[in-house]
């Protein structure tokens, strides 16, 4: 439990303010009362005593409507309340009201800080934790803090060493199968999430929230080092190490380390010139994912990043920014030996061969 002194969640819950729990269980004779017109309608019976025959219905005939119904074939037993699409099963009406959200999508419970947005308070009252620095989960082994006690025990598994479930692709390794089985998604063309501004497609629903800040400008993660801001909240923890000069990560063949375990996982490609990542078009594979993103547009023919000085358009932001020089002038590579600056790293290159022959 934690006092109003950590965070007041007063101006972030938008909905159902003042109640534990939603307004469409109360026991109400008018339809408003109620989210689900299948809700009202179990409810009345408890007036009348009425017990009407329920018929059965396909998945292609359910509607929200329809989905809170009585279990037919056990009105007594403990779970007596089906939902008619999937047939899952619930002891309390409340539950089944809570579960049906899942099929329709509704969310109703919005953070006013982030934007986002769930199908349950409880969960919208934890989320809140996130933009506070109350974390009362610590680590026995390392000290280390969380705010959720999920994320406690999955990071108790770094010390443990049970991360069982390996992908055969990258080695990276998860603690549990339905984790890998989402990892699974990042090495196929499987994204079926859209962004409704630009149609860009992702794999992951959560990649898709964050992408969707980049259109809002929206920075809610804030460094109370340097008050820089971020979109994400893995983001500002990787940033802060900055701070901390911390990099847990080292490499067991050149002891290189790294501030992310994914950054030291691409760095061990070097040493074992692994490319597990393949263009589907030409079978081209490369060791790292951002670069069969940018291999791709090649086929595509995409051109994202665009100059605001002349409009001219390119596959990458490091191409954009070698680019932008050309406007400004500025010359950031030089020569050891003669001291002759460039625009590129590609023609200092160059330009070293000459020398290298001179010898």
């Known amino acids: ?65 329809t989905a809170l119904t009585p279990n037919n074939s056990s009105q007594t037993s403990e779970k007596s309340f089906a939902c008619n699409i999937c047939n ?17 999508g509704e969310k109703p419970y919005r953070c006013n800080l982030c934007t986002k947005s769930y199908t349950q308070k409880s969960n919208l009252t934890k989320h809140m934790v996130v933009h506070t620095n109350y974390k009362p989960y610590a680590c026995n082994i ?15 598994f770094r010390h443990t060493g049970d991360m069982q479930y390996t992908c055969t692709k990258c080695n990276v390794s998860f603690s549990h199968k ?18 409704n501004i630009c149609n860009k497609r992702f794999s992951h629903k959560y990649r898709l929230t964050a992408h969707n800040l980049v259109h809002t400008g929206e920075k809610p993660f804030t460094c109370n080092v340097c008050n820089a801001s971020f979109s994400q909240k893995s983001i500002l923890t990787t940033h802060c190490l900055i701070h901390t000069g911390e990099k847990r990560f080292s490499c067991s063949i050149c ?76 010359k950031p590579f030089s020569c050891e030996i003669c001291n002759k600056r460039f625009s590129r790293k590609y023609d200092l290159t160059i330009h070293s061969a000459v020398h290298a022959g001179e010898t």
């Open 1 to 65: 439990d934690m006092s109003g002194e950590d965070f007041s969640l007063a101006s972030a819950l938008t909905s159902n303010e003042t109640s534990e729990e939603p307004d469409f269980y109360d026991v109400s004779t008018s339809n408003e009362g109620f989210l689900h017109t299948g809700i009202l309608t179990t409810n009345n019976f408890s007036h009348t005593g009425e017990k009407p025959d329920f018929c059965d219905m396909s998945n292609e005939d359910v509607s929200e409507t």
């Open 88 to 104: 899952k099963s619930f002891s309390q009406r409340s539950n089944l009201a809570k579960h049906v959200v899942v099929h329709t």
């Open 142 to 156: 390392c000290n280390k803090r969380f705010a959720m006690k999920y994320k406690l025990t999955a990071h108790s």
């Open 178 to 195: 339905h984790h890998l089985t989402a990892h699974n998604i990042l090495h196929s063309d499987v994204k079926p999430f859209s962004c």
């Open 255 to 330: 002891n290189k380390s790294f501030t992310q375990k994914a950054s030291l996982i691409t760095h061990n490609y070097v040493h074992t010139g692994e490319k597990p990542f393949s263009c589907a078009v030409c079978n081209k594979n490369f060791s790292r994912k951002y670069q069969l993103t940018i291999h791709r547009r090649i086929h595509t023919g995409e051109k994202p990043y665009s100059c605001n000085l002349c409009g001219k358009t390119f596959s990458s932001r490091s191409h954009l920014v070698t680019h932008t020089l050309v406007h400004t002038g500025e």
